[in-house]
């Protein structure tokens, strides 16, 4: 009974660090959709509160928009605390959670339809009288809301956004050393384009829309660069599996107790558990490179606001530069900060991958996570066996 403790809230444990797939037998039923449950009723009481909003005016309007969130917050906390027991719901129970769920985007705009003849769709803007547009915008958000809810689940992504958010604050508060040694060769890169007067053309016409896409595409050549990188340094982890490194490696576990006598053999990893590592390492470096972004920004910014005089926006642009939301700030201004702040978060991104000294500063630290999570698997792998399980 003690070993058996002991595996369950190993398995606690690999969800808490965002490696849920590590615990052994992980599937859809026995482990992901019990967790998918409290963000599954989430989005089906939402559609309540969508409802109210069409159909009540008025004072009432908020006041049952609010209890309605109340419930919706509710139902998470208590789902929440029923799934961390990490129930495994029986075939019974796994065919009436996705029937229930998959009726809720059917019911709603027959309710709507009910009341009142005109559907509007949730974008809106018009008004139909068809109640299959009612149902086609129903499937597709909740469609998108499963598989969405289900991939993060899956690879843990709500414990490694929270082991995100901790490096940000660990960067921020050692940012001097940080961008000390990040951000020099950013500038090298970038400092001279950013005073290219067709450059500053070109962003004085350019919307937002457009700028925001840009970003996208260096982002998606990141993900790209790192996916293909770190599915090399996946196969290269050292996983040292002697005694010591083992108890050293479970220190602060609920494995810490258990005795390691023997060296263990390493345990090959399937497909899923190589992408849930690949994705805890590319959040890691996309959260390193947010930060080298944000700093980058503000300074091409204050750069901007000391050299560049609207006299000289306008001899580079040809007309008066174009006004932003912060006044004495041209909009060209920002959005060249913004350019050059996502390539710079790119370049940085991929660089600490393959420069020796950049790697060894802000690299290895993701990968001694990685080999600790192997090590501490090889060990709830052994202590499974030999209970039986």
């Known amino acids: ?19 849920p797939t590590m615990i052994e ?22 559609s309540l509160a969508w409802l ?107 414990a490694l956004l929270k082991a995100a958010i901790r490096h940000v604050i660990a960067d921020l508060s050692n940012s001097v050393h940080l961008l000390g040694r990040a951000l020099p060769p950013m500038l090298f890169v970038t400092l001279f384009l950013f005073f290219t007067g067709e450059l500053w053309q070109a962003m004085n016409q350019l919307r937002w829309p457009r700028v925001s896409l840009v970003v996208l595409l260096f982002a998606a050549i990141t993900v790209l660069a790192a996916a293909a990188r770190l ?26 107790g258990v005795e390691i006598t023997e060296p263990l053999p390493p345990k090959r990893l399937n497909g899923r558990q190589s992408r849930n590592l690949l994705v805890m390492l590319a959040i890691r470096q996309l959260v390193q490179a947010a930060v080298i972004g944000l700093a980058l920004f503000a300074f091409f910014v204050v750069l901007g606001l000391i050299v560049v005089t609207p006299e000289i926006a306008e001899q580079w642009i040809g007309s008066p530069a174009k006004e932003s939301i912060i006044p004495g700030v041209p909009s060209a201004m920002l959005r060249n900060a913004t350019l050059f702040a996502a390539f710079g978060s790119m370049y940085f991104s991929v660089i600490s991958m393959s420069d020796a000294e950049h790697r060894r500063q802000f690299f290895a630290p993701v990968i001694e996570k990685v080999e600790r999570t192997l090590e501490v698997r090889a060990v709830y792998l052994n202590v499974r066996e030999r209970a039986g399980a």
């Not at 070993?3 to 809230?9: A, I, K, L, M, W």
């Open 25 to 46: 037998g992980y599937g859809f039923r026995s482990h992901v959709l019990p967790r998918m449950l409290p963000a599954l009723t989430f989005v089906a009481v939402g």
């Open 231 to 256: 599915r090399d340094e996946i196969g290269r982890v050292e996983q040292d599996l002697r005694p010591e490194i083992l108890s050293g490696a479970c220190k602060g576990t609920p494995l810490s």
């Open 52 to 158: 109210v909003l069409q159909q009540s005016a008025g004072l009432s309007r908020w006041v049952l928009l609010g209890a309605i969130v109340a419930a919706m917050v509710s139902a998470w906390v208590l789902l929440s605390l029923f799934v961390r027991r990490m129930p495994n719901f029986s075939p019974r129970m796994t065919v009436l959670v996705l029937v229930v769920y998959a009726a809720i985007p059917v019911i709603t705009p027959l309710i709507q339809s009910a009341i009142d003849v005109k559907f509007t769709a949730p974008d809106g803007d018009q008004e139909t009288e068809s109640v299959w547009v009612a149902l086609i915008w129903f499937v597709v958000v909740f469609g998108a809301a499963f598989v969405a809810t289900m991939l993060a689940t899956t690879y843990g992504l709500g």
């Open 1 to 19: 009974m003690a070993t058996e403790t002991v595996v369950r809230r190993t398995e606690q444990w690999f969800v808490r660090q965002g490696a």
